[in-house]
């Protein structure tokens, strides 16, 4: 079904052929994938009496299963309480970090990322302006990276190719003279400029002009772009531009419950209102509506019955819906527990065996987008060589370049009251034995009691103990 609906969404040749994916999985992400569908679901025959098939109506019940299996896989990979944290040797550096997290609200944008990335990819653009740094969500539909042939992890260059009306461009201070022509909208990142194009009409063979006024010099010595694959497994391989999307899986599944849950929706509307069915001679209905209050006459020797559907078909059909469900979040190692189960406190770890689908999942998002957290501070630590960086209006000086970063990732699930004692417990046994130092020992317990300075928490402690 999502072949036959894609089938109606024309697709662009003048982009790549990954512009038309990556649009059909954001139209199904955001709910409008039924759009291009012309009749309404109640739409039954067209005006000249035409019987509509189901494929060309638009579902009344859209059940959002993509952007479910998404809130929930990244709720436990960057909400407030699963946000990672910089660690290094250096505490200076690691504190500068902590402010740097703060002040650029670096989780609001990893959560964005993360959500306009389950389609496959995603890309996280680093300015640095009067000092601050500043960072912004781009979507990939219409940017093609360029990967280094030396280097295939790190970017050459970025460009970014789409079209839009002239009336747009006039709003955004362009010369246009003519509104209704669709122009090409063009700038390219490389490790030293941001370079803008004059806009130019679709039809023109000629080359794009550089606009020098809104084209700027970064002078960052690398491509100021994080580029994030979502998961492994994309449609072009290891090396390919884009990841695996989130939610692929259970596409058609979705579907097929959009359509029966507005198939029982129906059905119960009808019996609400039945049709009357009466057997004698009659002329012609074939414009006969639905309804109690419109007679079906059928042949003779008759007699008159309700057509509806009964309850145990309504069952049936909300029974199937909840096994397709179970199907499509297996498929996608979505969150497949149930409230209703649950029939007492469990524990961190009972929830984590619980949920080993979705874990499984933000499993493989933290390697994606965690990677991607650590290349962001990489090149602030590049730009405070560059630039007078500063953060909470205090200056920052140059970063050390040598320093290993690494992130601390919190449990998925907080431990209860008995979690933590028998984690006090076993930590102090490794500790007294020698098998584990003090210091590792905190740092595994750090994300639950708040402790953002190790160092800092392990003076105070020694300095109490004195």
């Known amino acids: ?50 019987y509509i098939p189901l494929r060309q109506r638009r579902p009344s019940v859209r059940y959002p299963l993509a952007r479910i299996v998404v809130d929930d896989s990244i709720s436990l990979v960057f909400s407030n309480e699963h946000f990672p944290t910089i660690d290094t040797d250096d505490s200076e ?10 002040e650029t609200h670096l989780n609001a944008v990893m ?22 740094i500043f960072l912004k969500v781009l979507e990939t539909l219409y940017l093609t990276p360029v990967w280094n042939p030396m280097a295939p992890d790190t970017l050459q260059s970025v460009t970014e190719k789409y079209k839009v009306q002239g009336s747009v461009l006039a709003d955004m201070g362009y010369a246009i003279t003519d509104r209704q022509t669709t122009y090409w909208f063009q700038r390219i990142w490389d490790v030293e400029r941001e370079t803008w194009f004059i806009p130019w009409p679709t039809t023109s063979a000629h080359p794009p002009e550089i606009d020098e006024a809104r084209s700027t010099n970064h002078g960052l010595g690398f491509v100021p772009i994080v580029w994030i694959r979502n998961l492994p497994g994309g449609p072009d391989g290891a090396d390919g531009i884009d990841g695996a999307c989130t939610f692929k899986p259970a596409i058609d599944t979705a579907i097929e419950i959009d359509y029966q849950l507005s198939q029982a929706g129906r059905g119960l509307k009808y019996s609400s209102d039945p049709t009357l069915l009466i057997r004698e001679p009659a002329g012609d209905t074939s414009s006969l509506v639905r309804g109690g209050g419109n007679a079906l006459v059928v042949s003779e020797h008759g007699d008159a019955r309700m057509l509806e559907i009964n309850g145990t078909a309504a069952s049936a059909v909300i029974e199937y819906v909840r096994t397709l469900r179970e199907l499509a979040l297996e498929g996608v190692h979505g969150n497949r527990a149930s409230a209703d189960r649950l029939t007492a406190a469990q524990s961190g770890r009972a929830l984590e065996m619980m949920n080993q689908g979705l874990i499984f999942l933000a499993d493989n998002l933290r390697v994606s987008y965690g990677a991607a957290i650590l290349q962001i501070f990489r090149m602030i630590i ?19 370049r040598s320093a290993r970063l690494r992130l601390q990732w919190p449990r998925y699930y907080a431990p209860d009251a008995q979690d933590r004692s028998l984690d006090a417990q076993s930590l102090a046994t490794l500790t007294q034995s020698g098998l584990l130092s003090p210091e590792t020992a905190l740092r595994s317990i750090a994300d639950l009691y708040a402790v953002s300075d190790i160092s800092a928490e392990r003076a105070r402690i020694a300095q109490e103990q004195t």
């Not at 550096?93 to 703060?102: C, E, Q, V």
């Open 1 to 50: 079904m999502f072949n036959a609906i894609a089938s109606l969404i024309p697709a662009d040749r003048d982009y790549p052929p990954r512009t038309a994916r990556l649009n059909l999985y954001k139209l199904v992400q955001d709910g409008a994938l039924y759009d291009v569908l012309p009749y309404d679901f109640h739409d039954e025959r067209t005006s000249s009496g035409e």
């Open 93 to 102: 550096l690691r504190s500068i970090f902590a402010d740097i997290t703060a």
């Open 382 to 400: 590049e730009a405070s060589h560059r630039y007078d960086l500063t953060t909470h209006h205090e200056p920052i000086a140059a970063l050390n």
């Open 111 to 132: 959560q964005e990322a993360a959500l306009r990335g389950a389609i496959g990819s995603v890309a996280v653009w680093l300015r640095v302006l009067s000092g601050r």
